[in-house]
């Protein structure tokens, strides 16, 4: 038996976590659950949002699946994805996006991977508020170590971009292709503006290609790639982007296969592994038993397949893949004028399908 870390989270969270739970004990995979809470539930408990024992546990197991969490605004607590993602050092962050058949969408065929950067970039938090003692020295600073002037009423987020990290996540996405028999990948970058940020990522990108010649490989300007994606995203195939560029590539390819409620997401490391929706914690649908389990389902896909579970993983995919083709349960958010299916039995149905 094999024992993974369960984060619920908070929101729809514990919904969608629920359901997945369901279907995968319903593969009779035999996963032994450790169940914690983080986010809102785990503040009001431990006055934490990611209190150090749910860390310790995910140490101890090496795999989580987690549901989303809010991120309170203005209380001082920080995001406990990117806690997380810096804790565990997850420093990929793959979001799977395939358009399956019966989902409503502009699109006839799309089966993309966006593999984003989830270590630094302007996600490293180093920021200088508008108005403060430090960012008047840093402006002072860029002045006379530059000449360039920062606006007096700006405030500045810094965007660091290391050999290192980009060496990591560009041969992550390689092996990745490799493993996969995936035929190229895309390196989004914006290097003819941010010369020394984007510059480092594009010249030590294409460095990494030249030693996977097996694999295709393309460069791109990250708005040009935008307009690739909504124009012919059946063309594109594994997509590798800094941090920023990768949170909204992936949430606009989210988009491209039917929403949020249908996207995937696992966040990677050498050592630990976390498998999370790419959705947020919905507060507006919130314990109303609408939302859809569907991208924690396929999260928990993911997993099975990362504890080399294949069997069971194919199982509940094909289960997903059915139950959308036959329109037998409709979930909320892909028919929002028509009779529309609970959380339950939507979970119910794949269940039905094992
Ligand atoms: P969101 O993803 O929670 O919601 C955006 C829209 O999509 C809403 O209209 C929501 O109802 C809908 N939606 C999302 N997931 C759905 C599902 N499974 N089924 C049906 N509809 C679904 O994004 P939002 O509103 O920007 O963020 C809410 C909170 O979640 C924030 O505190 C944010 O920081 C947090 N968040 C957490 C993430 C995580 O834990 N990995 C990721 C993204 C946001």
Redesign the pocket.
Known sequence: MRTVTLIP?D???PE?AEATRRVVDATGVGIEWEVHEA?LPAIERYAAPLPPHVLTSIRTNKVAL????????GTGFR???VALRQELDLYASVRPCVLYPGVPSRYESIDLVVVRENTEDLYEGIEFEEGSREVEKLRGYVKYMHGFEIAKDAGVSVKPISISATEAIVRFAFEFALRRRRRRVTLGHKANIMKFSDGVWLENGIKMADTYRSVGFEEMQVDELAMWLAHAPEELDVIVLPNLYGDIISDLCAGLIG???LAP?MNLGKEYAVF??????????AGQG???????ILSAVLMLRHLDRPAEANSIEQGVARVLAEGRVR???LSPEGRSSSTTEIAEAIIETL
């Open positions: 989270g929101g729809i969270g969608v986010g987690k549901g989303p969490v809010t991120t309170p605004v995001s406990i994805n929403g949020l409620g997401g999370e929706p790419t959705h947020g914690s919905a507060p507006d649908i609408r939302a859809n389990p569907i991208a924690m979930p909320a958010d």
